[in-house]
């Protein structure tokens, strides 16, 4: 380092940091449990034991002046710190408090770090935080040693084996083992995957395209016979050429009862070429991060920024309470959102039940003519159900009701009292700007819903055009990031509604869903549904008329349809922004539940929990008949 870029640290760094970091170095604070929270959510600090170490000779620690002539050396002793207390954290009896302290320890670049986050993955006994320390191993994977790596191997393989991957994680685990030469027991995941997934299912496309990389990465003869195979039977022949399209196979798309014969003669020519190509012994060194960030790189670091003095401040995060509310339109076009949500309120439920100790879930069904439907909350599971069985398409033609549900949802329901570990959330959906009538109702009861501790966040159901047919035709997206940006790239959903509350500047129309969740700290998100219920993992024929053609509201195509376009019974299910709106509207509201002021933690945290509760959806076996394929669009991934 040049002496003019040596005193500019110096300047930046400045003695009291320096100090400050010394001392902090010489103070790691033993914490048996997580500190708790004050009123606004910030933890409070919490009470350690002092303890002693010994200063090597000539360590920054002991001589300031000697840390100014190293800084990096500094920011070495404050990782050391802050690695010292999120290992105590992992200690706490709060699981959602040790997770999120594995996130923070996974960006220590340091090798305590990676070695507390191998005994986490070994020891933890929650389903969920056992997944993060997962995701946290492969965010550091360049860093580990042969003996770690074993390990990540040796656990991976037991977590396979208690079904503990799904959702998009099943992503990084096809990554991590085929980063690997293939394995009698990645060829059974293998295998087994391909039985349970469906290309009718938009959640399962980004894990079949992600099967085809696996697939090209291993050069796996024995895989590609068992998909050649599959390709004489439609309801199993679509899924299987996606996958081989995917491994980047030189046969043009099919999808007729002719593709067994064209993939078998590209096998008969390519088998010794495609069986080659193998994963290097080391190939896991260069695995990328999912779901968790990898490590920090020391020399970017500004010891400055408040973050790395605010990560310490981690208290109880697991809620007591958590009753949460769906108004849902149920005018004659939302029929798709409705069967979404008959399929996915096992997964919000789950979601719930993961992180308070006593969640309640409510419902609320409005319509024009002034209809709405109230069901209070409940805990159980299998009457949440029953509300929703109830729920079905009614009302006349007209003004959506949105005042009425928000009011009716307030009062209709007894509440827990809105706390520290309890929390408040209502989730607004429909597919029509609010009229200036409604909302000039609506605004008010959200003040006084602010008033009383709810949080209300809108989704506004949109039609998405200009889909593609081809699901390789657009960049691959592993982490469901892209479905995070709105209209003109504006970064939606994932931060809630922190730092907004009484805000308020929608304007009428869509503006109104903005404007009632800003004045409670919410989020009103843009959701681009593709096309009717398809998606949902049934037949493209099983649209609204039975045709794959939407006529359910004069004038107005059916979400994402466009009017009289019939689907293809060979069409993939289209892949969502951020997994789907149920992903998108649980990070939201979750993050915000946890506490949206560590939500650059609490988000990864919650994206893996939302994952792994994909296992609670109903899934429904792919069903298909032959019949003419739609055009595709080139493949780019």
Known sequence: MGSPMRKRLWNRLGIAVALALMGAAVRPCPIASAAPADRKGKARPARAKATTRQTPPGDAQGDPAAGLKNPRRIIELRFEGLTNQYINHLNSPDWITRSVAVISLSRMPIENATDAIVRRLQDEKKPVGQLVAWQA?????????EKQHRIWQTVTEKM?????FHGDLRIGLLEMLSASPATRDGRAYFTSLFRTTSSLDSSDIPTLIAMGHALRAWGDGELVDGL?????????????????????????????PTAAKAYAE???????????????????KRLKPQFIAAPVDIDSVDLTDRKWRDELELGRLELRQYDFAIAIDCSRSMRPEIERLKRDVRIMFAAFSQVALEPRVGLTLFSPGAIVKHFPLTGDLGRLMGYVGAADIMGPAGEEEWAGALQQTMAGSKWAPPGRYSRRAIVLISDEPITKPQGDRAVPLAQLGAKAGFRIYGVMIRSGQGGKNNPLAVPFDRT???????????????????????????????????????????????VRVPQGIFGLGLPPQADSTGKGRDKSKKGKANIGNKAGKPLSPVAYAPIYRGGGPTNRVLTMALVDAINPQYADRVEPFVKILVCYCQKAANRIPEKRTWGPPDPMEPNRN
């Open 228 to 256: 050649l195979r599959a390709l004489g039977n439609p309801s199993t022949a679509i899924r299987a050429e996606l996958i081989l399209q995917a491994a980047g196979v030189g046969v043009p798309w099919n999808r007729t």
């Open 160 to 164: 396979i084996g208690k079904n503990l």
């Open 480 to 526: 469901a990031s892209a479905a995070d940006l709105g209209p003109g790239g504006l970064k939606q959903g994932g931060r809630g509604g922190q730092n907004r509350a009484g805000q308020g500047k929608g304007k009428a129309g869509w503006g109104y869903y903005d404007t009632i969740a800003s004045a409670t700290g919410g989020q009103a998100i843009d």
């Open 266 to 284: 590209w096998w008969r020519e390519s088998r010794q070429t495609f069986t080659a190509a193998a994963p290097a012994n080391d190939g896991w």
């Open 137 to 145: 191993m492969l965010a550091r994977a360049p860093l580990l040693t």
